[in-house]
C-alpha cells in the first residue's frame, strides 16, 4: 500500500471513529430524537337526559365535528329516557357522565348517600318548565288553574315541581285536579279537551300542539321562569369518584361541549345539519325550532350574559335546592358545593357570548 491510500485509510478511520461518537452523543443529549410523550385516551360514556333533538345539539356538534377527539377523549353519546334515569344510570357505573336536571340529580343525591354525583357545567340556564293551556278554557292566568284539570305523566318535573310554581303564583295546588297520562297523549288530551291545561317542556309541548294543527295564537303558556321561580335546569353530571381520578379528562369534555356550545347559539341552522346527520329519523326544521326556542329561553339568559356559559350564581343555587328540597320533601338539603363545582369550567373569556 502507497503512502497516499495508507493516509485515506487513517483519515477515513477517523471520521468513522467521530461519526460513530457522534451518534451516541446525539442519542443522549439531542431532544430531536427522544420519543414524544403518549397522551392518554380517555374513554367516557355518556349519556342524555331523551333523544336527540335541537337542544341535545351542543354535545352532538362536540362529537360530531371532533371536538372530544381532539382533546383526547373517545366519547360515545347515548340518548336517554328522562332525567331521573339518566342520573341513576350514572350513578350505577353504566357511564361516567350523563345529561339532566338538576332538580332530579338533587333529588337523587339526598336519597341515595354515597352515590352522589355533582353538576360541573349548566347548559340550561332557565328550565323549560311550563303550564300549557289553550285559549276558550277560561284560563288567563295562573290563578284560573283552580278548580281545573291539569294533565301530566306522574314522574313529569313540572308537575312534581307545580308546588313551587303554585307557591310563586298564589295557587292553592289543593284545588288542582291530576289526570296521569304517558307522554304521548299529554297534547292530544288537550286537545281533545280531556284536560284543561298539561304540564311539560315549552319547547316541546308547544311544537306537539303546532304539530296537532293548533293555532299558535291560540296557545297560552305559563312559563315557570316568568313567575319567580328560580330553579336551574339541565346540566352536565359525572359520577365522584371518576372526577378524582380523571380529573383532566373531565376538564376536556367541559371545555369540548362549552366550544360546541358557543357555536349551536351563534348558528343554529348549522347545528340543526348535524341533529339531522346524527339521527336521520328527525324533522330537521322541527328540531331548529325546538332548538331556538331553548336559546332564547333557557339557554342565554341575562345571567348567562353577565356570568358567561355553564356557571351559576350561589345565591339563586342555594334558593333552588331549597325549593326542590320542599317541594320533594326531602329530609336534608345541599349544601351549594355538594352541587355544583365549577372546578372545570373554562377561564370566562373562553365562555362569554
Same mark, same amino acid.
Given at each position: ?22 451518534? /451516541? ?21 355518556? /349519556? ?30 347515548? #340518548? ?44 340550561? &340556564? ?20 283552580? *278548580? ?21 303564583? *298564589? ?14 297523549? #299529554? ?5 281533545? @279537551? ?10 316541546? @309541548? ?8 293548533? &293555532? ?11 313567575? *319567580?321561580?328560580?330553579?336551574?335546569? &339541565? ?48 324533522? #330537521? ?12 329561553? &333557557? ?8 356570568? @358567561?356559559? @355553564?356557571? /351559576? ?41
Amino acid at each position: 500500500m502507497n503512502c497516499c491510500a495508507m493516509v485515506a485509510v487513517r483519515v477515513l478511520g477517523v471520521a468513522v471513529v467521530f461519526l460513530v461518537i457522534g451518534l /451516541v452523543a446525539g442519542i443522549f443529549i439531542s431532544p430531536i430524537v427522544m420519543p414524544p410523550p403518549r397522551t392518554e385516551v380517555v374513554s367516557i360514556k355518556f /349519556v342524555l337526559d331523551w333523544a336527540i333533538q335541537g337542544p341535545q345539539a351542543p354535545f352532538v356538534v362536540a362529537l360530531e365535528k371532533g371536538y372530544f377527539a381532539q382533546e383526547g377523549l373517545a366519547v360515545i353519546v347515548d #340518548r336517554g329516557y328522562g332525567s331521573a334515569d339518566a342520573v341513576t344510570k350514572v350513578a350505577s357505573g353504566a357511564y361516567q357522565m350523563g345529561y339532566g336536571s338538576l332538580d332530579a340529580m338533587i333529588e337523587f343525591n339526598v336519597k341515595n348517600p354515597g352515590k352522589e354525583l355533582i353538576a360541573v357545567y349548566i347548559v340550561l &340556564n332557565n328550565p323549560p318548565y311550563s303550564v300549557i293551556t289553550l285559549k276558550g278554557k277560561g284560563i288567563n292566568s295562573p290563578k284560573d288553574l283552580e *278548580g281545573k284539570k291539569i294533565g301530566a305523566p306522574e314522574g313529569d318535573a313540572p308537575r312534581r315541581l307545580f308546588p313551587v310554581f303554585a307557591k310563586a303564583t *298564589g295557587i292553592d295546588p289543593n284545588k288542582v285536579e291530576w289526570v296521569s297520562m304517558s307522554p304521548p297523549l #299529554r297534547e292530544p288530551s288537550l286537545v281533545k @279537551g280531556e284536560v284543561d291545561a298539561i304540564t311539560g317542556f315549552y319547547f316541546t @309541548g308547544y311544537l306537539n300542539l303546532l304539530a296537532l294543527n293548533v &293555532n299558535p295564537n291560540d296557545i297560552i303558556a305559563f312559563k315557570y321562569t316568568d313567575y *319567580g321561580v328560580e330553579l336551574y335546569g &339541565n346540566a352536565i353530571m359525572v359520577r365522584k369518584d371518576f372526577m378524582q381520578q380523571y380529573p383532566d379528562a373531565v376538564a376536556k369534555f367541559v371545555r369540548a361541549v362549552n366550544r360546541a356550545f358557543k357555536e349551536v347559539i351563534a348558528n343554529p341552522e348549522m347545528a340543526a345539519d348535524f341533529v339531522k346527520q346524527r339521527d336521520p329519523l328527525v324533522d #330537521r326544521n322541527v328540531e331548529l325550532e325546538r332548538l331556538k326556542l331553548a336559546i332564547k329561553d &333557557n339557554m342565554v339568559t341575562e345571567e348567562v350574559k353577565r356570568n @358567561g356559559l @355553564g356557571a /351559576v350564581d350561589r345565591a339563586r343555587l342555594e334558593r333552588a335546592i331549597k325549593s326542590v328540597v320542599d317541594a320533594f320533601g326531602l329530609p336534608r338539603t345541599p349544601s351549594v358545593d355538594e352541587v355544583f363545582t365549577d372546578r372545570f369550567l373554562p377561564p370566562k373569556e373562553e365562555r362569554t357570548i
